[in-house]
């Protein structure tokens, strides 16, 4: 067990290859700042979203224990997730879109732990624990709505990336972390963006992974629910955004009927979306899922799926129709009139059965590739995995025996049979020859001084998939970010301003009652003139105990602050809001 995940039910199942992307979340490193945003935001979010969000997203709050007041702890969050079947874990910042996918397919939530900057407090396109804490973990207390999540992670993390993606996932990935960033500068930023840009107009035909992404995007990211006239937010990128959860209610938005075209309409993670898609209902979220599972070549395979294979460069399987699974990089595959003749992987690869590797047939034994044809015998309208042990002696397919097997499409395999493996039907799935030579036409594919040859046995290839068959085949112990989030190192005024807001905080927490608030507010307003969250956490503790004379000092400072910086305006006047209201709690 890695040590950054303490023992719990759902993580004990987690495989070795998703625990690289996990991190411990370090609490003490949330300053005083961190946990005003936090409490801004949050109390923001629920005074506004009860009038808009999703029932389930009020309810799941409570459910999940998730405290207006205070950045959840990964450990207390667990404790509660267990009883709806959920965990949470803590990595950092963008994870490959395949890994997102497989944490889903545990029912595992995976939470950026760092937090939005304070001058980034109503939108961050770097994902952070207000995005996912606050908006992911409440919603999944829905059952309809966590099953549909914890499915789509399992057709997702077979879907096919193309090489492109994983460059627009890195460039996205740094554009993110330097916009985060309080010390990037704007040409870094821009440049970033050109990237990104560049790299989103040039991606060719959209992959299955691309595809998919939108229509994780367009719902559980910035989904709407109900109908067009009076839809109610359940997406987590919208219940964590003070600015666009407000925005996407506008008619400035447009709304469109959730189906299968959400795949095709592309997103920009740095800005604010035009357009949202209205689902019914959350059982209506699974079946376009399943609509579009039935276009992936996890399911269709065939010639198309092994070429995605190919254009992904990267490791993934095909199933024949026996059930028996090659895994590896494919780079070459023939076919004759759209039927797919023969396949042929490059370095490691490894035969498995029902997602269990077959003994013998690991990365090892299949150091540099795997070749076989695929399909029918020439003349022949049995397949050889349908023919009976008569039928098998009577085409000389038998242990011991010399034979030429003329496959449709032009491959000929001629050698000793040594013997076959069967699956559970008693299949044969595949034979081994000794002195053999396989040919395509005139080209030799296959020498007798290569060894034994392997034949799998297969008419069709049934599914084409991302990733091992077997996940204990290879080594996948291979994640390597190209950046990290950047921790910036605090100022002498910076660690001075966190003093102040640790003041207040452990004032409002009966820590240290005999703190002056007054000479707080008077060194910010010295020192700290362009503050504007400190001085409305003050006013709420001063409010709540009438003291008005202070109340009075903080009004007038804040209109000094909102002359000096005019974009923040609504900001201060929504927090002062909400706390004349009185509502601080769910």
Not at 132 to 157: D, M, S, T, V, W
Not at 228 to 235: A, F, H, M, S, T
Not at 319 to 331: A, D, K, M, P
Not at 566 to 585: A, E, F, N, S, V
């Amino acid at each position: 067990m890695d040590t950054s995940i303490k023992p719990n039910v759902i993580l004990n199942c987690l495989p070795r290859h998703l625990r690289q992307f996990i991190k411990p979340q370090n609490y003490t490193a949330y300053s005083a700042i961190d946990q005003a945003v936090w409490r801004y935001v949050m109390r923001k979010n629920v005074d506004f979203l009860k009038k808009v969000a999703h029932k389930s997203y009020l309810d799941g709050l409570k459910l999940t224990g998730i405290s207006i007041d205070s950045i959840p702890n990964m450990y207390g969050m667990n404790r509660i997730l267990k009883d709806i079947g959920w965990a949470a874990v803590a990595v950092d910042g963008f994870i490959p879109p395949n890994a997102f996918m497989e944490f889903q397919a545990y029912n595992v939530l995976v939470i950026a732990s760092d937090i939005r900057q304070l001058e980034h407090i109503e939108y961050t396109p770097a994902p952070d624990i207000i995005h996912e804490g606050a908006g992911h973990a409440p919603i999944i207390a829905n059952p309809e709505y966590a099953e549909y999540l914890r499915r789509f992670g399992e057709i997702g993390c077979k879907a096919i990336s193309s090489a492109k993606d994983y460059e627009l996932y890195k460039a996205v990935r740094h554009l993110s972390i330097i916009k985060e960033a309080s010390d990037s500068n704007k040409d870094a930023i821009a440049s970033a963006e050109k990237k990104v840009d560049h790299l989103q107009q040039n991606m060719g035909e959209p992959s299955e992974m691309s595809l998919i992404r939108n229509l994780h995007w367009w719902t559980v990211e910035y989904g709407l629910i109900g109908t067009i006239e009076n839809p109610k937010i359940y997406g987590a990128g919208l219940l964590s955004s003070i600015g666009e959860s407000a925005w996407c209610m506008t008619d400035i938005v447009k709304k469109h009927p959730y189906n299968i075209n959400a795949t095709y309409q592309d997103f920009d993670i740095t800005k604010p979306q035009p357009q949202l898609f209205v689902t019914p209902d959350f059982a209506h979220l699974s079946l376009i899922l399943e609509e579009f599972a039935n276009t992936m070549s996890v399911r269709k395979g065939g010639l198309l799926g092994i070429k995605k294979l190919i254009q992904s460069n990267a490791l993934g399987t095909v199933e024949l129709s026996t059930g028996l699974q090659i895994s590896g990089v494919f780079y070459e595959v023939k076919d004759n009139d759209g039927q797919v003749i023969y396949i042929h992987t490059k370095g490691k690869t490894a035969l498995a059965y029902r997602e269990k590797e077959l003994v013998g047939h690991g990365t090892n034994h299949y150091s540099n590739g795997f070749s076989s044809p695929i399909g029918k015998l020439k003349g022949i309208n049995i397949a050889i995995e349908d023919m009976s042990p008569r039928d098998l002696r009577a085409y000389n397919i038998y242990e011991e025996k010399e034979t030429t097997l003329e496959f449709e499409g032009g491959i000929t395999v001629s050698g000793e049979i040594i013997t076959g493996k069967r699956n559970l039907q008693g299949k044969i799935i595949l034979i081994s020859f000794n002195n053999c030579t396989v040919k395509h036409n005139d080209t030799i594919l296959f020498k007798p001084e290569f060894g034994v040859y392997e034949m799998a046995v297969g008419k069709t290839i049934v599914s084409a998939f991302s990733g091992p068959a077997d996940l204990n085949s290879f080594d996948l112990i291979t994640h390597k970010t190209s950046s990290k989030t950047i921790q910036n190192k605090k100022s002498k005024k910076q660690l001075e301003l966190e003093k102040l807001y640790q003041q207040i905080r452990d004032y409002r927490q009966g820590i240290n009652k005999t703190i002056s608030r007054t000479k707080v507010l008077e060194e910010l307003i010295e020192n700290h003139q362009n503050d504007w969250l400190l001085p409305i956490e003050i006013f709420e503790l001063a409010f709540i105990e009438n003291e008005t004379k202070l109340c009075k000092s903080i009004l007038t400072h804040l209109e000094i602050v909102k002359q000096n910086q005019p974009q923040i305006g609504r900001l201060i006047d929504d927090g002062l809001g909400i706390i004349r209201r009185k509502q601080h709690t769910i």
